[in-house]
């Protein structure tokens, strides 16, 4: 829809691309996941992050490049009302990060979160009209307030895939679980642990580990390795931030710690609460 001829940013004096990302991308989703998430990016402006470069770099910098006559302010915008003409009321809103649109509607057959972005480019330096050294990720902000979020998708998934071919079952095994224990497990307590932040601690669990061919073996060992290491030198699956810390990026420790000590718990009684689940396939 976004390409179409009359669509505005398809008009404007503007380069952007719509690509796939999240757990269907990165072959991470389990059964019973609905959302695709997709990315509408502006490629011909950019936020760009010069906190690594030396004064100097800086003021090269900002004496080469203005502010563009279409950005982000523009692109967002335009493509919530493009979208809004596209869908009646009731099927599509956008009161977070993500323009979300019901599978409800006669024009698509899926849940659908869009998240309209701008190129972000992290420079590692810089010098007059060399525009290369960069680190390429995407920057937006949710609809209902005005701080920036960066994130790097693909390095995620590139990283994803050089991982042990064990690696994105594992996640799967692991949401598996997590839903399993919150829809089945005899409990009063809730999981809350999010996808992103299972996927980023599996990644950190070493390659001898993920390797176990049988499954059960792999996912008590996963679960003790941790369950015992020091999580503070834990990354994203990006490597470009640490997981767990205070940015509107990264995870609180409350969260892992809970997922961990209740998959342990359904691990330990797995039998004795006969729940007959069938995570591990």
Not at 235 to 251: A, C, I, Y
Not at 254 to 268: C, G, Q, V
Request: net charge negative; with cysteine; aromatic share 12%.
């Amino acid at each position: 829809m976004l390409q179409e001829e009359r669509s505005p940013v398809q008009q404007a004096d503007c380069s952007f691309v719509v690509r796939r990302q999240g757990s269907y991308k990165n072959t991470t989703h389990t059964y019973g996941s609905s959302d695709v998430d997709v990315i509408a990016k502006v490629t011909s402006s950019w936020h760009a992050d010069l906190s690594d470069l030396c004064t100097s770099e800086r003021e090269d910098y900002h004496q080469h490049h203005s502010p563009p006559d279409y950005g982000y302010d523009d692109f967002a915008p335009d493509i919530w009302r493009w979208l809004k003409n596209k869908f009646e009321t009731d099927f599509i809103s956008w009161n977070g990060k993500a323009i979300e649109i019901s599978s409800k509607s006669s024009r698509i057959g899926v849940d659908v979160d869009l998240v309209p972005c701008v190129e972000h480019r992290k420079y590692d330096s810089y010098q007059e009209r060399q525009d290369d050294s960069y680190t390429s990720g995407m920057a937006f902000e949710p609809r209902l307030n005005q701080e920036v979020i960066v994130n790097y998708p693909a390095i995620h998934y590139e990283n994803g895939c050089n991982k042990h071919g064990n690696f994105k079952e594992t996640v799967r095994i692991f949401k598996n679980a997590r839903d399993y224990y919150n829809q089945h497990f005899d409990t009063l307590w809730t999981i809350s642990a999010h996808s992103y932040g299972i996927e980023c601690l599996i990644y950190n669990v070493p390659k001898d580990i993920l390797k176990r061919s049988n499954r059960a073996d792999r996912f008590d060992e996963v679960l003790t390795f941790l369950e015992s290491e020091p999580w503070s030198t834990f990354d994203q699956v990006s490597k470009m931030e640490t997981l767990f810390g205070g940015s509107n990026t990264q995870w609180n420790t409350d969260e892992a710690e809970e997922l961990i000590t209740r998959l342990r718990e359904m691990w330990i009684n797995w039998y004795d609460s006969k729940t007959n689940a069938q995570l591990l396939n």
